[in-house]
Structures are given as C-alpha cells and as structure tokens.
C-alpha cells in the first residue's frame, strides 16, 4: 500500500478534532478536554516541504494553547518533514511500524464474543478497563467516556468483551473512515483477562465492522512482539513506518 494513503487518512482526521489549526503544510488537531500530548498533535500534508516560518508558526499554534509541539508522520509521504524539525530542535521519541489490514485478508479467529455498548454505562466500563489496560497512562475519566461515545456517534465503532460479572474485560475503538480508510486505536484487555482471546476478538469486530462500513483498509500500530502476532492472527499485514517527533523545552 503506498504510505501517502495513510498519510492523507491522518491529515483527515485531524481535521475532524473538535479544533483544527492549519499552517504552512501542516494540520493541527486539539482536543481541548485534554492536554495530552497523545491526543494533541499535528501532521503534514503529503509531500509538505515546510520552511522555516511554516515550521515556527506550527510551534506557535501548539504553545499559543500551552501544549507540547508534536506530530505524527509517515516520512516516506513527506520526505522533506523530518530534516525541516530536526533544524528547529525537535527530536523524535519513536519510530513505529503500522500494519494494514484489507478484506482479502482479514480473518476471523474463534474467540469471545465483542459487542457494541448497548447502555451508557458500558462506556465507562470500556474507559475504565482501558485505563487499567495501559497501566493509567489515561486515567479513566467523564471526557474518556465521552471520547468512546463521540467515536461512535462520528460514524467510528467501538467494541468490548464483557467479564463474567457483566464488566468489561477489554475493548477497543475503530475510527470513522476517511479516505477509504480507518484506523484501530486503543484495543486493551485488562490484566485478569489476558490470554483468553479478549484483543483478538475486538480486533476482528471492530475490522470487519469497518469493512462493512465501505473502509478498504484499517490500519493499526502495535506496542510489542505479543500484540502484533494477535493483530497479524486477524490478518494485519506491514504497511510502513510512521515518526513521532516533539519539542521540549
């Protein structure tokens, strides 16, 4: 798959953040019921070749609003980005590889159940598990259950695996498609539940529900060895490598 497809998916999105800021080859995307530096980040237009006032007046649109400068790339769609933030002092916290999956190869392994949300407090039992599941680094919250609700109510899908109690054993989330894609984000199983098939089940769900939506991909990043054999199981294959760059100070 050619990686400016994937590059243009982000540039989408983040022009569906609750408020965008657009400067000199870069799109913006906030969400001002957070200060996340996760959900508060930028990206480049594909083939962007930012000079130094575009790169300045992005820095800027970030500090203006009190937040950390960041973005999120394919480098291979805009060639030019990386050198242009180096020369600004920014430096890069990571460099990940994202999978793709299409319906040629998208497979569904025998596994539990994932359901849609079907009362109000299943989304904070999805938010709840989710923060358990990434060991806090999103606190479980209102505005984290409100996210779930509002990726849902966007045209997105959300998905969970109930606990024998009637809880939430893990979940997930698949964005609303924009340029023939969507991508699946935040899939997590809480600690107690892992090894029973909870990922792989939220992953295969919230996939073909896309697919079924009219995606003609989904497209993921995954945290270690562990998550992408669950992910490559439900038929996510490489697709490329997106950076991660930001400016302390």
């Known amino acids: 798959m050619d990686t400016t497809t994937v590059q243009r998916f982000a540039v989408a999105h983040l022009r569906r953040r609750p408020e965008v800021a657009e400067t000199g080859g870069f799109v913006a995307g906030f969400d001002p019921s957070t200060t996340s530096p996760f959900l508060n980040y930028a990206t480049p237009l594909p083939g962007a070749d930012p000079t130094g006032a575009d790169v300045r007046a992005l820095i800027d649109a970030f500090r203006g609003r009190g937040l950390l400068p960041r973005l999120e790339f394919a480098p291979d769609a805009a060639p030019a980005v990386e050198d242009a933030l180096l020369r600004h002092g920014f430096t890069t916290e990571a460099a990940h590889e994202y999978l793709v999956c299409t319906p040629a190869t998208h497979a569904v392994p025998a596994a539990p159940t994932a359901e849609e949300p079907s009362a109000e407090a299943d989304f904070t039992a999805m938010d709840e598990a989710l923060s358990e599941a990434f060991g806090g680094v999103f606190p479980p919250s209102p505005e984290g259950a409100d996210r779930l609700r509002r990726t849902l109510s ?14 939430c054993a893990g979940a997930g989330s ?35 529900t896309m697919f079924a939506r009219g995606a003609a991909s989904v497209w993921l990043e995954y945290s270690g060895d562990g998550s992408r054999r669950v992910y490559e199981r439900v038929g996510y294959r490489p697709g490329g490598t997106r950076l991660y760059m930001s400016l302390g100070g």
Do not use: I, Y
Request: net charge positive; aromatic share 2%.
């Open 174 to 208: 698949a964005s609303a498609t924009a340029e023939g894609m969507s991508e699946l984000a935040g899939v997590g199983t809480r600690p107690a539940f892992r090894g029973r098939g909870v990922a792989g089940a939220v992953t295969a769900a919230l996939t073909g």
């Open 154 to 167: 966007d045209g997105g899908a959300v998905r969970l695996v109930r606990a024998p109690d009637g809880g």
